[in-house]
């Protein structure tokens, strides 16, 4: 049987999102970027997804995985830095960091690796970390 291999990008419409988007294009993906910022491309469908928010996540990934049938990779790849002085840092700073770069991936993931569990198949899961030193 043959079948299209898809793959969720996180932050797919900037920066290292987007090269990977167009790896993974290369490599005969289709691609879904979940991110704020509109990008599409051949082979790379944009979802508008606000990774603050749980239910936007949910509500892209249950729309994106009825379409595609055969989603097998994703990459947790966006993430946020706001700078800030550690004395100036509010705790909506400190939140909203924390919604993105860690709330939004161990959710995205948990839906993912739920999904690959019912369709009883195996995919990939990546978390890219930039370090800025």
């Known amino acids: 049987m043959h079948f299209i291999k898809t793959a969720i990008v996180t932050g797919g ?20 970027n979940f991110d704020k910022k509109r990008f599409t491309s051949k082979n790379i469908h944009f979802y508008k997804t606000n990774l603050e928010k749980l239910t936007s996540i949910k509500k892209n990934f249950l729309s994106a995985s009825k379409k595609f049938k055969h989603i097998c990779v994703l990459v947790n790849n966006a993430a946020i830095t706001i700078s800030n002085n550690f004395k100036d ?40 970390y930039k370090y800025r030193g």
């Open 13 to 32: 419409s900037s920066g290292i999102g987007k090269s990977i988007c167009f790896e993974l294009v290369k490599n005969g993906y289709e691609v879904i």
């Open 89 to 128: 840092y509010s705790i909506q700073d400190w939140n909203k960091t924390l919604l993105v770069n860690l709330h939004a991936p161990y959710y995205l993931t948990q839906l993912f690796a739920n999904m690959l569990i019912k369709k009883k198949r195996k995919g990939i899961n990546c978390k890219y």
